[in-house]
């Protein structure tokens, strides 16, 4: 301890504080009025969207309408080309499932069950609203031990 001089303590107040006021601290109306009781300047700006329910730009824009034109095309090229398509489950089909289905003695939940399907696409099959999957054909002539298919 040569050399270094005599201990002195340090008695100034040390103040610790939480983090510094954000911004939304500083907007709070009781800082703003304290401000105001101390002669601090306040600076208050009016957004002009403030309180209503509108967007930035409420106005539809180009490229949204030019969307909105492109999916509304999309949707009828659509539909037209399910409209022009007779696909559906023929009728030896529907009767083919659902006899092969009673023979089994399962019913129609059973066996989508079975071939881990939903219940109604077994009953969109039977009804013959379904559009035929071969994949589907190939569970429900597994679950049933029938041939479904190369009938004709």
Do not use: C
Not at 122 to 131: L, V
């Amino acid at each position: 301890m040569a050399g270094i001089g005599p201990l002195t303590q340090d008695w100034e107040p040390v103040v610790i504080r939480k983090k510094p006021l954000n911004s939304a601290a500083k907007k709070d109306e009781k800082a703003v009025n304290a401000a105001r009781r101390s002669g601090a300047e306040i600076e208050t700006v009016k957004k002009s969207n403030a309180g209503t329910n509108k967007a930035a730009s409420s106005s539809t824009s180009l490229n949204t309408r030019k969307l909105d034109d492109e999916t509304e095309n999309l949707a009828l090229m659509d539909h037209l080309k399910f409209e022009h398509t007779d696909d559906r489950v023929p009728t030896e089909l529907k009767k083919a499932i659902m006899q092969a289905r009673m023979d089994k003695k399962l019913t129609q939940a059973q066996l989508s069950q079975l071939i881990n399907e939903k219940p109604q696409i077994i009953q969109e099959y039977e009804s013959g609203k379904a559009i035929p999957n071969q994949q589907i054909i190939t569970k429900l002539e597994r679950a049933l031990g029938v041939k479904l298919r190369g009938k004709k």
